[in-house]
């Protein structure tokens, strides 16, 4: 079940703060993960936040009825 739009945006922003306490300096974050609780994201883990937000932005745009952006293909 896709979880609430509020909740979506709620999980959106507690991990980009995250995110931005790792690039500041942070060793270790705490964040929300679906229903699944609590998970603690690191220096060395920072990659794996990233998807983490682009897949909670995908599924706000999917639960907004927004179409998904399509790839850019760039020729040189």
Sequence with gaps: ???DITI???????AEIALHKLMTGA??????????GETTF????IAHLERY???????IARALGRPRRKPLFIKF
């Design 1 to 3: 079940m896709m979880a």
């Design 42 to 45: 690191s220096e060395t883990n």
């Design 53 to 59: 937000i682009a897949k909670l932005k995908q599924d």
């Design 8 to 14: 979506l945006k709620t999980r959106l922003e507690e």
């Design 27 to 36: 060793r270790e974050v705490k964040v929300k993960v679906d229903d699944y």
